[in-house]
């Protein structure tokens, strides 16, 4: 239960659940690419989706977690259109594959949910010789973008229905590095902290939504919304890298913390919801506009991050 719940413009609150903000919403005909999405905030976010008429399309690390929430979400919901493919963020060729397995597979894109994510965990560097969360939380999600952006236009253009990308974030973006992105020491081991490396990557999902809406924006008639949002202290396997949290978290969670529905619930506001139409460049938190962090509103250090990340993944 969550203990500080209160209602807001939206008229939903920290305590409404992923069910509750789309309920009466009809996502027939639309396809989502949920990445993450064989456990924690993924799997409901693709279920809620399900329900709703959304074609989901699981991008998932370990193929045979996500068949098995297949067959648990097409038990549950017989009517839902769900698939699995496999994706590893950490690994640019992953990503690369997956992006063109996608693009030729003639599936439309409507909503691009990056949800995945590693936190805090020790140091270690990705496939491409790369820290490893700010590799796999922002670089993997970054790239995958904008492999699957002219899809996304097209779609958008064809269906003459709003796109939506979705940058899962976390409140955590505020407690970055102080210079906020290290450019020039992404991996220095000597200077790392789990927590601050986690908060970087994090920076980066707002850093990169806000960004990527300036670019959209300069573009004649594209109808797609980039934004980022705080899904909430949830109680998901995110913890396991950080022994006495998650000792904490087992035993303090169901008191303070928002159960896995309640978790999912601003991913699906965002990507579902009427009242985000044509809202772009924005962060959320608990279903409604919040404000993201000094460094988050940054706009050169938005400019020079997309710089720095195309010449990594080029």
């Known amino acids: 239960m969550w203990l500080f719940s209160k209602k807001s413009p939206s008229g939903f609150s920290s305590s409404s659940t992923a069910e509750q903000v789309t309920q009466g919403i009809d996502g027939s005909g639309l396809t989502a690419i949920v990445t993450g999405a064989s456990s924690g905030i993924g799997t409901e976010t693709t279920r809620v989706l399900a329900s709703c008429g959304v074609h989901v399309v699981m991008a998932v690390r370990n193929l045979v ?11 549950e919901i017989p009517t839902a259109k769900v698939d699995a493919m496999e994706l ?3 690994s640019m060729a992953s990503v ?3 992006a063109s397995d996608f693009n030729s597979s003639g599936l439309p894109l409507n909503i691009l949910i990056n949800n995945a994510g590693v936190m805090a965990t020790p140091f270690m560097l990705s496939k491409d010789n790369i820290e490893l969360q700010f590799a796999t939380n922002h670089l993997g999600h970054f790239l995958l973008t904008n492999l699957l952006l002219d899809t996304m236009k097209k779609t958008a253009h064809q269906s003459n229905r709003e796109g939506r990308i979705v940058n899962v974030s976390s409140e955590a973006h505020r407690y970055s590095y102080h210079e906020g992105i290290r450019f020039d020491k992404i991996n220095d081991r000597s200077g790392y902290s789990s927590f601050r490396a986690y908060g970087q990557s994090k920076l980066a999902n707002v850093l990169h939504a806000n960004e990527l809406t300036r670019r ?5 008639g594209v109808n797609i919304t980039a934004n980022s949002l705080h899904p909430g202290a949830i109680v998901t396997n995110l913890f396991r890298h950080m022994n006495i949290i998650n000792g904490m978290v ?3 969670g169901k ?16 990507a579902m919801h009427p009242q985000v ?13 919040a404000k993201a962090s000094a460094h988050g509103r940054d706009v050169e250090l938005g400019k020079k991050l997309w710089d720095f990340s195309m010449k990594l993944v080029s």
């Open 65 to 75: 977690s996500g068949r098995n929430v297949k067959e648990t979400i097409i038990k």
């Open 250 to 252: 087992n035993v303090l």
């Open 88 to 90: 590893d963020l950490s």
């Open 255 to 270: 008191l303070v913390l928002k159960n896995v529905q309640q978790g999912a619930a601003t991913t699906c506001y965002v």
């Open 216 to 220: 959209l924006k300069q573009e004649d």
């Open 277 to 289: 139409k044509g809202i772009s460049g924005e962060y959320f938190s608990d279903s409604n506009l």
């Open 96 to 98: 690369r594959k997956f």
